[in-house]
């Protein structure tokens, strides 16, 4: 629940060791110091000796005394004796100055006063000049005393002063330092923020550079971009797309960039820039056009002012504004026009030469691009008929009716064949495929060379003659018609695979005694326009055949073809079957290669024994890993154990043979090879299974050697590592130890003589203070702020270095921690009449010790900061993240500017003076030091004068709120 504290800020801290010094112990102290640093009283040496020189002095002034009386006569004391007994007392001060006045007065009334010779005095003027001589020896000697005493502490006071100046001098001096780093970094700091700022501003030059290298690179850009056309596999709109777009950012200030290509009677839009939206394809026709005009006459021009030439028409777009001027360029090929490429402008203008020279830049390189384009075209489409008729031939699943009857047949062997039996049986013959194109020809007469495949429509009464009358014949039989140019022609068919590829003909003759109808061909000479004398001489030179002539080379011919069939398909599956063996060997070459390629890479090699006739297969692998040649020499098993390591020779053999005699299916064991070149020993992990026959029996062994020298390694190395870092826990735990306790023993060391120098500058700030003169006095006020700030920075450096050092092994409320908080500032918080309010916080895993110290010392800065004439608010908090608890302070105080927030975590880093607010400026780097050591992170969010919100960070347990 929210908790409100108030009261009095002011808090005493006590030592470790005990109450602090009192003044009177410090009195005590300079008492003993003043005797002890030579004031003749305080030692005995210098007290004999000066208790021995006030006896001499006496007895030396009464021996004088005595003698001046023996020879001058009686004299009055105060003349000599009086005297002599006053410098001694003063000289003597103190304790001899009395001892001296003691025996002065003694030997005076013995020796000098009457009654001479006793201690009676008669006469009472004596008794008064006596008492009055005693008191003036007694005062003269005490003050003395007093004085040089005086003179000692004055000295000393003003050694110590002289000492406490210069202590504060050098801390000033070590702040200033600190002040002087400080400022160093801040400078460092603002150097990177314009080195940062410099970078940023040369970001933004290149950035402009590197647009007006665009703008100046975009032929290069352009004739980039037709170079890499030849290897894009879009289609040539797209290319041609890029272009004109590129080209229109070359002229930059016209409406459309459009390339044409001429097809017939029309030009086809290739691909334009600058009109949006088009169909894919878009013509106009050819006639009227400014573009056919610049096509013919094959040279660029252009039109300024459309409305000058009505008879020419422009590109129009229904719905667009019209364009009124245009730049055209003609596209080559060969030297040849073919297309166009055309720049259009919406307003009248007129084109510089540049310009001129762009568009018929453009122009070529969209020419050289059209017409690449096209070859590879035509070149595709040549590859995928042939690759069509290959795949039909060689693929398993191929369609042998994509094959033409030229693919299948050998036409100039069979036309070779041909020619003999032509002049052997003067039969005419002819191999024609299902297209009517002649393959094979022998014996042909004039009258069909000549005359009917001479002209069109007789060429074209003889084609279909050879495809549409020869169908329907079936295999091994022959028809007999006459063609449409009336002449006897016989046909049998060529079959490959089931599929009719062609006819064998024999044909262009007539039948012995068969009368000849000479005004058909006369009318069909005239019809066509032959030669009629010439036409009917060819007619005369057919031969005539008699019908069992006609049938007996009709049953050769028609055996021809059947073998040219069958030949023709056991080619093709032939081919298909050596095709397959190919893929099929290919396939094994491939899974080989990749095996031993796999076997290389994760060094397994694998072997096979066959125990019927004892023949040893190794892998390319297993050869390398025993460090040979692959297939060096032929694998035999004593070869297998002369590559093991002699230590281990034996247990490997055992291991193979016990598997075979204890019938087990498998082993494996762990060994060492010892390399043939150069002796390098590596460890190997063999797995071996045994196959068996019907019976039962191992036929055979399958194995793998996998080479695992680098595991070995690694795990040694990995011991070696533990033991290493076992020592060196051990070393730094030692050392962690030794630098705590030299912190302590340095801390306390220097506490000692800084309280030494505190209280001393308290007492002379106490008895001095208005005796010296205002400079003295306000040295000693430096002296006496350096000390106990200096004190303080003492105990901050000793709390930062234990920082963090606590275990963190122990789960800690945060609550319970904050409630500890808040108990040890209490008088803080009632003296700024503050509230501390905080929610239900989680169990963490964390030091509860130094968990409260990081509540305590955000707390607390909370209430110091506080802004004037406003109460201080305090809010802390918990929020449930993954794996982790964020943890907040919100206070209402004076906020940090945002350029110190980075800086405000660091040792010795204060935004206020000592002056506006106490502190050492370590309270903050405790606090990241803490939540660090314990996995986490600290963080603050701030804007001034409206206060700021510090967060932290620290692993979450699991467990509930506390």
Request: aromatic fraction near 8%; charged fraction near 25%; glycine fraction near 8%.
């Amino acid at each position: 629940m929210p908790l409100s504290l108030a009261g009095n800020r002011r808090f005493v801290a006590r030592d470790a060791h005990g109450p602090p010094a009192g003044r009177s112990d410090f009195r005590r102290n300079a008492r003993m110091n003043l005797e002890a640093d030579g004031v003749p009283r305080s030692t005995w040496p210098g007290l004999v000796l000066r208790y021995a020189l006030t006896v001499a002095m006496v007895a030396l002034a009464s021996v004088a005394r005595w003698r001046l009386e023996r020879t001058v006569g009686p004299m009055p004391l105060f003349i000599t004796w009086y005297p002599a007994v006053l410098i001694a007392a003063t000289v003597a001060g103190g304790g001899p100055g009395v001892v001296t006045t003691l025996l002065s007065v003694l030997a005076a009334d013995y020796w000098f006063i009457s009654p001479i010779g006793s201690f009676k005095i008669d006469a009472p003027h004596d008794v008064v000049a006596t008492v009055i001589f005693a008191g003036m020896c007694l005062f003269v000697s005490l003050l003395a005393e007093r004085l040089r005493r005086l003179r000692w502490v004055q000295a000393f006071a003003d050694a110590k002063a002289q000492e406490s100046v210069e202590l504060a001098h050098q801390n000033e001096e070590l702040v200033q330092q600190s002040e002087e780093l400080a400022r160093q970094n801040e400078t460092i700091s603002q150097q990177s923020a314009e080195l940062t700022q410099q970078n940023e501003e040369l970001q933004v030059r290149s950035e402009e550079i590197r647009s007006l290298n665009e703008d100046l690179g975009n032929r290069e850009t352009l004739l980039q971009k037709m170079l890499d056309s030849a290897r894009l596999s879009s289609a040539e709109e797209l290319v041609m797309r890029e272009i004109c777009a590129a080209g229109m950012g070359m002229f930059g200030d016209v409406a459309a960039v459009v390339a044409y290509e001429q097809e017939g009677q029309q030009l086809t839009v290739r691909a334009q820039a600058g009109l949006g939206d088009l169909p894919s394809v878009t013509r106009k026709p050819l006639e009227r056009s400014f573009a056919a005009l610049v096509m013919k006459e094959n040279r660029t021009g252009s039109l300024n002012d459309a409305s000058l030439r009505p008879d020419l028409a422009l590109l129009a777009i229904p719905g667009r504004p019209r364009f009124d001027a245009v730049l055209c360029a003609p596209l080559r090929a060969a030297g040849q026009p073919f297309g166009a490429v055309a720049v259009y402008s919406r307003c009248k203008r007129s084109w510089t030469d540049e310009q001129f020279r762009l568009a018929e830049w453009l122009a070529a390189q969209c020419g050289r691009i059209l017409e690449t384009l096209r070859l590879q075209r035509d070149l595709r489409a040549s590859e995928q008929r042939v690759r069509l008729k290959l795949d039909s031939i060689l693929a398993p699943e191929g369609d042998i009716g994509n094959l033409e009857l030229a693919d299948i047949v050998d036409t100039k062997a069979i036309q070779e064949l041909m020619d003999h039996f032509y002049k052997l049986a003067r039969m005419p013959m002819a191999i024609i495929d299902r297209k009517g194109k002649v393959l094979v020809g022998a014996g042909w007469q004039d009258i069909c060379t000549k005359f009917h495949r001479a002209h069109p429509e007789t060429c074209r009464h003889c084609i279909e003659s050879d495809t549409r009358l020869s169908s329907g014949v079936s295999p091994g039989d022959f028809k007999l018609y006459k063609c449409k140019n009336h002449m006897w022609d016989v046909a049998t068919p060529i079959l490959v695979g089931g599929q009719h590829m062609g006819n064998v003909f024999s044909g262009q003759f007539f039948f012995e005694g068969e009368p000849l109808e000479y005004e058909l061909f006369r009318t069909q000479a005239r019809q066509y326009g032959f030669d009629e004398k010439d036409y009917l001489a060819a007619l005369e030179r057919v031969p005539r055949l008699s019908r069992e002539q006609m049938e007996t080379g009709m049953a050769y011919f028609t055996k021809l073809a059947g073998m040219i069939s069958k030949l023709s398909y056991s080619n093709i599956k032939l081919a298909r079957s050596l095709t397959e063996r190919d893929r099929l060997m290919e396939s094994l070459n491939e899974s080989r290669e990749q095996l031993n390629r796999a076997q290389e890479i994760a060094h397994l090699g694998s072997w096979e024994l066959n125990l019927v006739n004892n023949r040893l297969s190794w892998s390319d692998e297993v050869y390398r890993i025993f460090g040979l040649r692959p297939q060096e020499f032929g694998a035999t098993y004593d070869a297998f154990l002369e590559a093991i390591h002699p230590d281990d020779r034996a247990a490997v053999d055992a291991a193979y043979s016990n598997s075979l005699r204890d019938g087990r299916s498998s082993y494996e064991i762990e060994h060492r090879v010892v390399r043939k070149a150069g002796g390098e020993v590596r460890w190997v992990h063999e797995k071996c299974a045994h196959l068996q026959d019907v019976d039962g029996r191992v036929i055979r062994s399958i194995g793998m050697v996998l080479d695992i020298t680098e595991r070995k390694r690694q795990e040694e190395a990995l011991r070696r590592s533990l033991r290493q870092f076992e020592v060196l826990a051990e070393e730094l735990a030692r050392s962690n130890k030794d630098l705590e306790q030299f912190a302590y023993v340095t801390s306390h060391d220097l506490k000692e003589p800084l309280r030494m120098v505190t209280g001393f500058m308290g007492l002379l700030k106490d008895h001095g203070q208005g005796r010296l003169d205002a400079k003295a006095d306000e040295y000693i006020g430096f002296a006496v702020d350096a000390s106990l700030r200096m004190q303080g920075l003492v105990d901050d450096l000793l709390a930062y270095s234990r920082a963090g050092r606590g275990p963190a092994t122990e789960s800690a409320d945060a609550s319970l921690a904050v409630e500890l908080a808040l108990k040890n500032l209490s008088a803080s918080i009632k003296e700024a009449a503050g509230a501390v309010a905080f929610e239900p916080l989680p169990v963490v895993m964390a030091n509860e010790l130094e968990l409260t110290q990081v509540f305590q010392n955000l707390i607390g800065n909370a209430i110091k900061f506080r802004r004037p004439g406003v109460l201080p608010q305090v809010h802390v908090g918990a929020k449930r993240e993954p794996n982790r608890w964020v943890f907040s302070v919100r206070d209402n105080g004076i906020g940090i500017a945002p350029e110190y927030i980075g800086k405000i975590f660091m040792i010795f880093q204060r935004l206020h003076t000592r002056e506006e607010y106490p502190g050492t400026g370590v309270g903050l780097a405790i606090c990241k030091k803490i939540v660090e050591r314990h996995g986490g992170r600290i963080w603050v969010e701030s804007r001034l004068e409206e206060g700021s919100v510090f967060y932290f960070i620290i692993p979450d347990n699991g467990k509930e709120l506390g």
